[in-house]
Every structure is written in structure tokens, then in C-alpha cells.
């Protein structure tokens, strides 16, 4: 090769070389620094898409999780309101029993009238007060809670009826079922009979509606669970793809250092060479 000063290939390339050394060192650095692998797209374009499609999925499914409890509570709202409809019932049963009685007097058995019918107020009240998020618990139209990953296909919709609590509908079964009517219940000793009748297949009602009830207590539950599960094995491939390797980092970082190193003593190296061009002309 020929001596010459207009341009020093060697230095050109020594240049280069050092610049490309310290663009791949800074990105070792960055990615320590940060603790991600891909802070632009142009680390990894394809990694980066499928990445922030999982933590879109991700979203979707802790967002789902928390719908599938949010109906659980409000199943276990009606549930629980259930319950003390039960508990009302059962006394309304010892009423009746007792009413039937032949030795009462027509005043004991107006006395246990009347906390009959506080009783059948009560239900009713229930019925009409019990909320959950400001939303009336017991209604015959379907609630929706939808379980998604974000896709079409990954979307469940459970359409959830809980029915209606009146005097008029005790143990109104979700599948649409009208319960049994106690709004015109007059408790005498002559009706007693029949009243208690009446009141026991309410008890059987309302235990029917309380077994659907946990039945879909225990869907929505699954349901949760499920989406939980898919998120944190989701959470685990999106940060496998993010995610710095430190031991692959580390490497690159001393493999950069001593690179810029030697990248900066070739160029002084090369730049020198040049010099040596005065002594011929000494």
C-alpha cells in the first residue's frame, strides 16, 4: 500500500469500528440500567410486538379477575340476604305451629299474627333494600360479568338472574320460577294449617334459589381463578422477553469495555502512522 495523507483507510477504519463499539456499549448499559432488554423498538421489533400484546392480554385477565369477584360479592350479598330470609321463615314456621294450636285464645293467636305479618314486611324489605355497588340485588333481569383476555375468542360473558324477593315471590328461582306468594297471608288457627303449608315450600324455595346461587358463586370463583393463573404465566413469557439477562449483559459490558479500549489504541495507532510520512521529508 501506498504512503499517503488525504485519507488514512487504517484510521477510517478504526473509527468505525469504535463507533459501532460504543453504540453496542451504550445499549449494554442502558439495558442494565433499566433492567430491560428492549427500550425501543429497534432493540427488537418483533420481541417488542409480541410483548405488548401479552401485557395487553395481562390486562384484560387481572381486569377479569377482578370482574368474576366483583359478581361473587354480589351473589354472596343475595346469598347472605337469603339467609335471613330463612331464618324469618323458620320462625314464621313456629308461629304457624303455634297458631294451629286449639288451646290459644283468639288473642294469642292475633299476637302471633301480627309478628307474622312484621315478619313478611321484613322479607319484603329485604327484597327492596338489599344493594350491591348502589344496584338492587334482587331483580329478575340477568347480570352480566364478562371474563376476557382481551381477545374474541378469549371472552366468556356469565349472565347470572339472582330474581326477585316480594312477599308475593319468596324463593324465586333464578331459572324464572314465580315462588311462592305469602303477600295475602289474614294468620288464623282455622288457616293455620294451610299457612305453615304455604311456608315450608317457601323454605324449600328459597333453599333452591340459595343452591343456584352458590352454584354460580363457585363458576365465577373458577373463573377468577382461572384468568389469575393465565395472567401470572403470561407475566412470566412477557418478562422473558423484556427482561435484561444480566449474566448475557455482564458478558457483553466487559466484552465492550476492553473492545472500546482497543478500538481507541488502534485509532491513535493508526492516526500515528501518518507521522512517519514527515520523515521522509526530512
Known amino acids: 500500500m501506498s504512503l499517503g495523507i488525504l485519507t488514512n483507510v487504517a484510521a477510517t477504519y478504526a473509527e468505525n469500528n469504535l463507533n459501532q463499539t460504543q453504540g453496542s456499549l ?10 430491560s432488554r428492549i427500550n425501543s423498538g429497534a432493540d427488537d421489533a418483533a420481541g417488542l410486538a409480541v410483548a405488548d400484546g401479552l401485557a395487553a392480554n395481562e390486562a384484560a385477565l387481572t381486569q377479569s379477575a ?18 335471613q330470609v330463612t331464618n324469618l321463615l323458620n320462625r314464621a314456621v313456629t ?3 303455634e297458631a294451629a294450636n286449639g288451646t290459644l285464645t283468639a288473642g294469642q293467636v ?4 301480627a309478628e307474622y305479618q312484621n315478619i313478611l314486611t321484613e322479607i319484603g324489605n329485604i327484597g327492596s333494600t338489599t344493594n350491591f ?12 360479568f364478562v371474563v376476557s383476555d382481551g381477545t374474541t375468542a378469549g371472552t366468556t360473558t356469565f349472565a347470572d338472574t339472582i330474581g326477585v324477593l316480594t312477599t308475593a315471590s319468596i324463593g324465586t328461582a333464578t331459572g324464572g320460577g314465580a315462588g311462592e306468594d305469602l303477600s295475602a297471608s ?24 340459595r343452591g ?8 365465577l370463583n373458577a373463573a377468577a381463578s382461572v384468568a389469575s393463573s393465565e395472567q401470572v404465566n403470561l407475566s412470566a413469557a412477557e418478562s422473558s422477553i423484556r427482561s435484561t439477562n444480566y449474566g448475557q449483559a455482564t458478558s457483553d459490558l466487559a466484552k ?15 492516526n500515528s502512522v501518518q507521522q512517519e510520512i514527515l520523515k521522509l521529508l526530512q
Open 26 to 35: 451504550q445499549k449494554v448499559l442502558q439495558q442494565l440500567s433499566s433492567g
Open 66 to 83: 377482578q370482574n368474576a369477584q366483583n359478581g361473587v360479592g354480589l351473589l354472596q350479598t343475595a346469598d347472605g340476604a337469603l339467609s
Open 95 to 97: 308461629l304457624a305451629t
Open 110 to 113: 292475633s299476637s302471633a299474627d
Open 133 to 144: 355497588n348502589s344496584s338492587a340485588v334482587f331483580s329478575a333481569t340477568a347480570t352480566n
Open 186 to 209: 289474614t294468620l288464623t288457627a282455622a288457616g293455620a294449617a294451610a299457612e305453615l303449608a304455604k311456608i315450608t315450600t317457601a323454605i324449600a324455595d328459597v333453599a333452591n334459589q
Open 212 to 219: 343456584t346461587i352458590g352454584a354460580n358463586i363457585n363458576q
Open 256 to 270: 465492550f469495555q476492553v473492545l472500546s479500549q482497543t478500538g481507541i489504541s488502534a485509532l491513535a495507532q493508526a
